[in-house]
């Protein structure tokens, strides 16, 4: 277990480090210096059992941090340490006195009380927090969601829990209790890749998350933002359709997402711009069918094309290309013949050959978008026909569908590519040049490139 100490003196860390050692030699004592650097290791190095706070902090005042710290980390115990000189001037009464989590430790220390504070915060999170509630159930009462989701939020309004067994699972999350991204990634590291709701809470969660989402895109401006709710939107919209099929609530968040792309793009002006808004965090399905929007959109722009219908064919082939995939990894993957395709599973093998037939099937529920499903069949094919399913050449594909495999591919490519460098997007188009300068992709080629060098 974690225990975390704010306190800007880095002389009182020792003493506070050698008191732990000698009676909670198990406890792992992080100090911060700065109430910045507590909050980031609240949010990526947690969780912490034990929070403690110097009542001496001069940044700013101990009281108001101690708020600051529940809003992030939930309720908890909170420590403040102080002579009682300094406790009385600077902690406000009701943090301590009228709470029961809360306590102080007065300077100089006293052993004894300073053990049964630490201890009684101790068992408090052992209670609470850190010993997982294992609780039994059928596996057909439970959904699996993947962990993905849970970066998009702080908290959330339902238990969440993993898989023990086919009966068994532990509840990691609490419902309404804020958690770090620390949580998630110690999964992460685990190769877990679902956690588990109750089929009618997952439910609820995910036609809350679209009205979120919805009213999010309505009411914010900010480009950043805007590509953060709709990479939020790609995650929500996939899962909804593995889970639940097509509602009316998803399709007016698939053309929300569409039409924000649009307005948005006209705000940034340049795919640079874009990238330059982009929250570059996994670099996975969801980033990439949101970079696809905004590439599709700036190439369109670049080929003077100013159909609605045709923008909105290329958003949702865009948002829908990858949605037969499960496994991340395999966005890595582009052809059949691909030598690391081998290194995959049978199932993740026969997922990545399925999916762009099941993306298609997935487009076809959305009558307001007609002919979608022959763009996201033919995602994966080739200039040269070596592609798959059907194995078409740049002169049997249709000049938007060219389009749409271009600004795909290139994007897969840029964002697996091994080289990093500021000239990366010209590098990358450089070695997409020699392929697809040929048939009905010469077009999309040249536009990509008018859109790639465009500054203003």
Known sequence: MKALYICDNKEEWGLLSNLFKAHFSKIELICALKTSQALDYLTYEGPFGIIMIDASLKQVNPSDFGEQILEVAGERPLIFVGDKVTVRDRIRDELYLGHDLNAVIYKPYDIDHFREIIQTSLNWAKEEEFEQSVEEFERTEMLPMKLRNFYLFEKIDYDVYVELTQTKYARVIAAKKPYTHNTIQNYAKKNIKYLYLKKNEYLRFLEESIDDIMNGLEHTQNPKKIISLQIKSIVIIHQYLRSVGVSDSLIELVQSVIDKTTQNYQSVRTFKNVLAHFPRINLDIAEHSVLSLYLCESVCESLSWNSDITKKKLGLASILQDSGLTNEDLLKIN??????????????????????????????????????????????????????????????????????????????????????????????????????????????????????????
Not at 355 to 361: Q, Y
Not at 364 to 369: A, I
């Open 335 to 456: 052809r059949l013949d691909d030598p690391h395709l081998q290194m995959f599973s049978e199932e993740d093998k026969e997922e990545f050959k399925n999916h762009p037939a099941i993306a298609a099937g997935y487009s076809q529920y959305f009558t307001r978008f007609p002919e979608v499903d022959y763009l996201i069949s033919q995602h994966h094919e080739m200039p040269n026909g070596e592609g798959f399913p059907n194995k078409l050449n740049a002169n049997k594909l249709t000049v938007l569908s060219c389009t749409f495999i271009l600004c795909s591919h290139y994007l897969a490519r840029l964002v697996c590519s091994k080289v990093k460098s500021e000239n990366l997007l010209q590098e990358v188009y450089y070695q997409f040049k020699l392929m697809y300068n040929t048939g009905n992709f010469k077009e999309p080629l040249v536009a990509l490139e008018k859109t790639l060098r465009k500054i203003h």
